[in-house]
């Protein structure tokens, strides 16, 4: 089962916007894309998720174009705490839920 | 509302010996997964519960490994005789549906191998 593609790791500056790209040129008709946010220690929790065009949630938007290869995680204004591993993960129509390697993100000051 | 609970969160045990970890998913939901956690690395697929139909263990590295789910609910993995490379945070996850649900995840317990 193929993964999804995100890049190993970005540093950003405290109130700048991040943007994670994932990618996902295998995805399918039912496929949503769900982003989750893992610090040391914890388990990952969930963000958001979306099918296609934009979502927004309190902490988050995430873009997904027309073709759905694609999708970019926005964080707006980051802050030291956010500061973790960040993971995209394309869904199916099996149980096998895999994982990429996720995307090391380091806010600094 | 309580969220999902693993135990214990601290396992070290001798190369050679049987451990049982736990997992207590979200009251209703479903769905139950288990992943491994190796340092620095993402999370490993182990296996997926899903209602009364037969679970996916594709991801069991050997016949070692093995998990069980009763009553739809309470999980346990179980690795007999262990070895040092199973060292790694072993992570469980519910959902209230199918694969598109979110995963709610525990924190995990640590096993170390000595």
């Known amino acids: 089962l193929a993964k999804t593609t995100q890049p190993i790791s970005m540093d950003s500056y405290e109130g700048q916007e991040v943007n994670i790209t994932c990618s996902h040129n295998?995805?399918?008709?039912?496929?949503?894309i769900t982003w989750y946010q893992q610090f040391p220690s914890q388990g990952p929790r969930f963000i958001i998720q979306?099918?296609?065009t934009k979502v927004t949630n309190e902490v988050a938007s995430l873009f997904i174009p027309a073709d759905r290869k694609s999708s970019t995680l926005s964080l707006p204004r980051v802050s030291l705490s956010d500061t973790a591993v960040y993971y995209c993960?394309?869904?199916?129509?099996?149980?096998?839920?895999?994982f990429g390697q996720g995307t090391t993100l380091q806010v600094k000051p | 509302g309580a969220g999902v609970s693993q135990s214990p969160s601290n396992k070290v045990t001798e190369k050679g010996k049987d451990v049982e970890l736990r997992c207590d998913p979200i009251?209703?939901?479903?769905?139950l997964y288990w992943y491994r956690q190796s340092l620095g690395q993402g999370l490993e697929f182990l296996i997926y519960?899903?209602?009364?139909?037969?679970?996916?263990k594709s991801g069991l590295p050997s016949d070692r490994f093995s998990a069980e789910r009763t009553g739809g609910s309470v999980s346990t993995l179980t690795i007999q005789r262990t070895q040092q490379e199973d060292s790694a945070v072993y992570l469980c996850?519910?959902?209230?549906?199918?694969?598109?649900?979110?995963?709610?995840f525990g924190n995990g317990t640590r096993l170390t191998v000595t």
């Open positions: 996850a519910s959902s209230w549906g199918g694969p598109n649900s979110p995963l709610h």
């Open positions: 295998n995805i399918a008709t039912n496929d949503y």
């Open positions: 979306g099918y296609k």
């Open positions: 993960l394309k869904g199916g129509n099996t149980g096998k839920l895999i």
């Open positions: 009251s209703g939901h479903t769905a």
């Open positions: 519960f899903q209602g009364n139909s037969a679970p996916d």
